[in-house]
């Protein structure tokens, strides 16, 4: 029997749709940069720009993920909106991405719809148009390059776990909750509610790359009969990266997040 507390009757986790891909996206944005112990370190003057910026770039990585039906969102049945207008819609983000004197509060009070928690995930098999994701990296610094040298740190036979068909592999690729949300378990409801929907859909494994260690800490320890193990690790202070040309620097500094590779065994094949 889980020890983990029931999600309050409030709460209702659903799959994401088209009409929810705004929503995510801007807690995604948010959430990483006021509230990431990676992003918001790494551009402590210029949060509100790089809100912005993160926000321009996210459309592929998040229509995608919906399209997979593989995503999840914790929903507030009571959530109190903070404009009739919002009400009127079922929710509305009021962002003006010309406003740069906004903070991190205005633009929490202006994510004014019930969505509180997103997982976002996509089958291993459909993997991202990497053309339409570089434009992410080329924002998040360090982000694709500390993504390949963690999978260079997995020393794994890739014939272990890598996904030959549809419906195999899932892969877990971006999970936020609103900051003023944050350390009442949405996070980690959500996480459990996915591996066991996805051990029901058939899928034998999930794939994640943890940059919090609230996400580390839930992806690593699954609930029974689920089985993580982190694959590979790095430091943000300690790890250095070198380009094509040779140059060295430390692309993640001065975080000193540990950034760790999971896989949740959801099924021991035969
Ligand atoms: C990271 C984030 C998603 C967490 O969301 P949240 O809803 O506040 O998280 P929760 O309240 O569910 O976290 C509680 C869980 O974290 C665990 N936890 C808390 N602190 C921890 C720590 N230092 N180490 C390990 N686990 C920890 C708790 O034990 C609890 O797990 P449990 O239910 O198994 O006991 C949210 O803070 C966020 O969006 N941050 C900014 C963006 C980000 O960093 N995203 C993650 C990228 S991988």
Redesign the pocket.
């Known amino acids: 029997m889980s020890s983990?507390?029931a999600l309050p009757a409030r709460y209702e986790i659903r799959p994401l749709g088209p009409e929810h891909a705004e929503w995510a996206k801007a807690?995604?944005t948010h959430?990483?940069a006021?509230?990431?112990?990676?992003?918001?370190v790494i551009w402590p003057d210029e949060l509100t720009i790089c809100n912005y910026k993160v926000f321009d770039t996210l459309d592929h990585m998040i229509d995608h993920q919906i399209a997979s039906g593989l995503s999840i969102g914790l929903f507030d049945t009571e959530y109190q909106y903070k404009r009739p207008e919002s009400a009127a819609t079922g929710g509305k983000l009021w962002w003006d991405t010309t406003d740069l004197s906004a903070d991190g509060d205005k633009l929490m009070a202006q994510m004014d719809f019930p969505l509180?928690?997103v997982a976002l995930s996509y089958d291993g098999f459909v993997p991202f148009d990497m053309s339409k994701i570089a434009p992410v990296g080329a924002v998040l610094a360090g982000f694709g390059e500390s993504i390949h040298a963690l999978e260079a740190l997995d020393k794994r036979d890739p014939a272990s776990w890598k996904p030959t068909g549809p419906g195999q592999v899932l892969m877990r690729n971006?999970?936020?909750?609103?900051?003023d949300?944050?350390?009442?378990?949405?996070?980690?409801?959500?996480?459990?509610y996915l591996m066991r929907r996805a051990a029901d859909q058939g899928f034998r494994g999930i794939q994640?790359?943890?940059?919090?260690?609230?996400?580390?800490?839930?992806w690593s320890?699954p609930p029974p009969p689920f089985k993580g193990e982190i694959v590979s690790s790095l430091n943000a202070w300690t790890w250095e990266h070198e380009n094509e040309k040779g140059e060295r620097a430390y692309l993640l500094r001065p975080s000193k997040q540990d950034l760790n590779k999971i896989y949740v065994t959801l099924r021991e094949e035969a």
């Open positions: 983990k507390p807690i995604v959430s990483n006021f509230g990431s112990p990676v992003w918001s509180l928690s971006a999970t936020a909750t609103k900051l949300e944050g350390g009442k378990g949405l996070m980690s409801h959500l996480a459990r994640i790359e943890a940059y919090n260690d609230r996400v580390t800490g839930v320890n």
